[in-house]
């Protein structure tokens, strides 16, 4: 059992930067890919990021390629998203996932995620 929890969320104005953060407790986080996800209103979810159990490898979707970056720090069960050059199409609720499946699958599996956090709004003013 994974349980997570998203923090950093906020209002910024476009151009600005933020940093999320999910921390999981469970002493098994470092088995674990870990996924960013969000949820505009009246959208659906989208893949966001993924990082791989190592913090080897990973993979963005193309709206977000070059401005946000994620990592984790496994001694701290914490996995981090930074935003930056923020736009007002980034503003939804943002979420975390832990899946034991690869990372790379977070973006092409539409049941990835075998835990989800509560999400953390981010609200990007133009």
């Known amino acids: 059992q994974v349980q997570l929890v998203e923090s950093g969320g906020g209002l910024v104005q476009a151009g600005g930067s933020l940093r999320l953060s999910c921390a999981a407790s469970?002493?098994?986080?470092?088995?674990?890919?870990m996924g960013w996800f969000r949820q505009a209103p009246g959208k659906e979810r989208e893949f966001v990021a993924a990082?791989?159990?190592?913090?080897?490898?990973?993979y963005y979707a193309d709206s977000v390629k070059g401005r946000f970056t994620v990592s984790r720090d496994n001694a701290k069960t914490t996995v981090y998203l930074q935003m930056n050059s923020l736009k007002p199409e980034d503003t939804a609720v943002y979420y975390c996932?832990?899946?034991?499946?690869?990372?790379?699958?977070?973006?092409?599996?539409?049941?990835?995620?075998?835990?989800w956090g509560q999400g953390t709004q981010v609200t990007v003013s133009s």
């Open positions: 990082i791989s159990w190592s913090g080897a490898s990973t």
């Open positions: 469970g002493r098994t986080f470092s088995r674990y890919a």
């Open positions: 996932a832990a899946d034991l499946r690869g990372a790379i699958a977070a973006s092409t599996s539409a049941g990835w995620g075998d835990y």
